[in-house]
Structures are given as C-alpha cells and as structure tokens.
C-alpha cells in the first residue's frame, strides 16, 4: 500500500497558543499505521484567504475552523469543500444556523433534557425595514412583558437567543429591571429564562469528537481562575449524565469542537449554553486541562484522516425524536437511548481502539513537549501578549503551576526556571 500523507488546514483569528501547541504536536506525533500497514503522515498549514474557483480542489483533508462564524468568505469556502469535496470539519458551517441556543433549547425539549422555562419574546425595537411598521400594525399582537416575566418568575435571566460571551445578558430580580434590560435590548431578540437559582456546580464540558472534558467552572471569578482543578465534584452519576448530554447535542446538531454548560442542582442537571461555534482553549483559561484538550484534538483528528471518517453534513433528527417522543419511557431510558446514538455517531468504540492501538504513544509525546523548553516558551510567551507587563511574574507562576500540578499527576517532574 502507498504511504498516505494527509493536509490539516487551520481557519484562524487572532489565537497564538493552542494552534502553536497543535502544529507542535502534529509534527512530533510521527508516521501513524493503519490496520491494513499503510503509513499515514499528518502535517498542519494554516489557511489564507484567498479567491477560490468553486471548481478548485482543496489539499485539506480535514480543517479546524476558527474563524467561519464571523466571516463569509471562509465559511463560504467551508461549505464548497465540505460539499464538493468531503473535507472534514471541526465544525461545520451548516451547524451554525443551529448555533443560536434557540436552536438547541428547542431540540433539547423535544428531547426532554431539563432546559429552564424559556420564552422569545419580539425585539423592543423594530428592525431596519421600511415594511415593518405596516406589517407590525397589522399583525402583531400587544403583549404584557411583566404577565411573561411573572409567570416564569423572579428572578429570572434575560438574555439574547444567539449570544455568546455574557453579552446583552442580565439577571433580573424586578419589573423595573425587566423594563430597563428590555430597552437596553434594542433590536435583539431575547429570551426570557428562568433562574436555576442556587445551583451547586457549574460544569462547563468541552467535547473534542468523542472525548468529554467536565470541568468545575466558576463563572463569577476573572478568566484565568474559572476553571477550578476539580476531580470529584460530581457524583458519577451525574458526571455520566452531564457527558451524555454534551455527546447528545453534539451528535444531534453535529458539533464536533463544542462547549456545553449544565447547572448542576442537587440531583438535577440543567443545560443552559450549549452552542460554541468556537469553544475557548486558551491557554490562559484551560491551563492545568490545556494538555488534555490539545492531546484530544490531536487524537479526534488523526482518527478522523486516519480512517476515512465519513463527514456527516445531514441531520438524523427523526432517530432522536423517536425517543424523544416515547410516553412510556423515564429520562434515565430516554438518557440511555441518545447515549447509545450519539456513541454511534462518534464511533466510540472504534475511535478508543484506534487510539490504543495506533495513538498508544500519545499521551507519553504530550507529556514530554509539555515538559519542554519549548512548550515553556509558549506560555511566556502567550502571557506576554494577554496581560499587561506588572502582571507577566504572577500570571506566569500561576499557569506553570498549575500545568505542573497536571505534569506531576502524570508522575514527572514540572522543572521550569523562573521567567527572565
Ligand atoms: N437560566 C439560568 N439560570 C442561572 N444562571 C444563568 C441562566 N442563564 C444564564 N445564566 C448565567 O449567565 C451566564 C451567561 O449566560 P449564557 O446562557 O451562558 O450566555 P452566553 O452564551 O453569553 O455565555 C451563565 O454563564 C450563567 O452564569
Ligand atoms: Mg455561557
């Protein structure tokens, strides 16, 4: 058999760290062999925009988008090669009309995940159309903002149906608040949302293909410090359950590279955020979990090129509804039946074989860059561009201790000298 080198195109912005640590570790992880004894060479580019014939073949075999969410021309050229020519991706542009949590709220209820008391309420302002006004008097209906905000009950949360990043959301404990968000929402379209008030754990799971990571999230501390090093902070049980419902909305909507958040109270699990077109793995916030997501993005796309993964661009909703939909099954069954769905749509049992079998120097490759020189001047580095010069002496002794606390779990030795 040929040998078979594989391209891995990388759509990005303005991140640094996490593509520098991936094109490290591609180029490091060496000459992959197949079942059938075909060596298999992975090798990364970072992709430049530029005119495209739509005729034209791209040499990528699979891409890690970054960027298409913001812009049209590298989410246009996303779909061309996903449809012309069977890219893989991390993810896919057609996902992203689905990304707004509207989307993904209705599909989880359908489902019967336990989503807040949701309503959509019509922007407070109209939008730039000059048709409007008379479609508006025509046909919409008066509404009492305070009857809706009632009847889910205070305090609740008002926040935009496509956001991200805490923009435009609130947490609203009274009519007067209600009134005042409202009008600060202008033409967006908001949600109003019931409070999981006094929940116990924000977990915030990020899924790389068929790997979970739940990590014990403290939303109300700065950016470095919101991922606590937790281990134990869910029973296993409801470590299983947030993981299958991370697996679910990803195999439901196809998500490969996602974030999903799940308020935690006493037994019950609450999905409240679970779109992230691009999911935060900065250095800088992921820290002591930075080596686990890059080793799973590592293995997700050399199992991916590796075995010819069909990319799966189509929705199978109808498999899910039909569970969904049954009165005679509880949400634990319900729960059983996605988990074995959306393992089928990861192949899990065929990635970790992979993984073992043809990635089984992975972990120990990881751990040596880790300990480098090299990865060492990666986070100087990455703290040298986030934070202002008085900071770069803390924030350094900070992220080196705590991937040194992962290094030392791993039972080697954390050994960085102190920044110059
Ligand atoms: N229903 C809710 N109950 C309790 N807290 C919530 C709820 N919805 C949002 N929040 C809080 O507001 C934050 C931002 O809301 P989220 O839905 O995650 O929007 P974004 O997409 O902007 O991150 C959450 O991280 C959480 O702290
Ligand atoms: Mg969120």
Redesign the pocket.
């Known amino acids: 058999m040929p040998d078979a080198r594989h391209l891995i195109g990388m759509l990005l912005g303005t991140e640094e760290d996490w593509p520098q640590a991936f094109e490290t570790l591609v180029a490091r992880v060496g000459p992959i062999k197949d079942a059938s004894g075909t060596t298999h060479t992975l090798t990364t580019e970072r992709i430049t925009m530029e005119p495209f014939d739509l005729r034209d073949k791209p040499r990528y075999d699979l891409v890690v988008d970054r960027l298409a969410y913001w812009y049209y021309l590298p989410r246009e050229w996303l779909k061309k090669v996903a449809l012309m020519d069977d890219v893989y991706l991390l993810n896919s542009p057609f996902t992203f009309q689905s990304m707004e949590?509207h989307a993904a709220y209705c599909a989880m209820l359908r489902l019967g995940i336990k989503v807040?008391q949701t309503v959509l309420v019509p922007p407070k302002n109209p939008p730039d159309n000059a048709r409007f006004a008379y479609t508006a008097a025509k046909y919409n209906q008066p509404f009492d903002l305070d009857e809706i905000a009632q009847g889910i009950g205070y305090p609740?949360?008002m926040?935009?149906y496509d956001?991200?990043?805490?923009?435009?959301?609130s947490?609203i404990k009274d009519s007067a608040e209600l009134h005042r968000a409202y009008d600060e929402s202008g033409q967006r379209l908001m949600h109003l949302?019931?409070?999981?008030?006094g929940?116990d754990v924000?977990a915030r799971s990020l899924s790389i293909g068929a790997e979970t990571m739940i990590m014990h999230f403290r939303?109300e501390q700065p950016m470095h410090d919101r991922y606590a090093v937790d281990h134990d902070f869910l029973t296993p049980e409801l470590g299983d359950e947030v993981t299958t419902i991370s697996r679910l909305i990803n195999a439901f909507f196809r998500w490969e590279f996602n974030s999903c958040?799940t308020?935690v109270r006493g037994t019950e699990a609450?999905p409240?955020?679970y779109a992230n077109a691009s999911p935060d793995v900065a250095l800088t916030s992921l820290h002591y979990y930075f080596p686990w997501a890059m080793s799973a993005l590592l293995k997700w796309c050399a199992f991916c090129v590796v075995s010819d993964r069909t990319p799966r661009l189509d929705l199978d909703t109808r498999t899910y509804f039909e569970i969904g939909d049954r009165e005679d099954l509880t949400y634990e069954e319900k729960l059983a039946g996605y988990r074995a769905l959306a393992d089928d749509y990861f192949e899990v049992d065929r990635y970790r074989d992979f993984v073992d079998s043809r990635l089984a120097h992975v972990d120990e490759l990881v751990l040596d860059w880790i300990t480098s020189a090299d990865f060492d001047r990666l986070l100087l580095e990455t703290v040298r561009s986030t934070y202002p010069p008085h900071e770069h002496e803390r924030f350094v002794g900070h992220f080196r201790g705590l991937v040194g606390q992962w290094v030392r779990e791993r039972g080697a030795a954390a050994t960085w000298q102190p920044a110059p």
Do not use: M, T
């Not at 949302?193 to 008030?197: G, L």
């Open positions: 949590k807040p609740l949360f926040k935009p956001g991200g990043q805490w923009i435009g959301v947490r949302q019931a409070s999981v008030e929940f924000f939303p958040e308020l609450h409240i955020d």
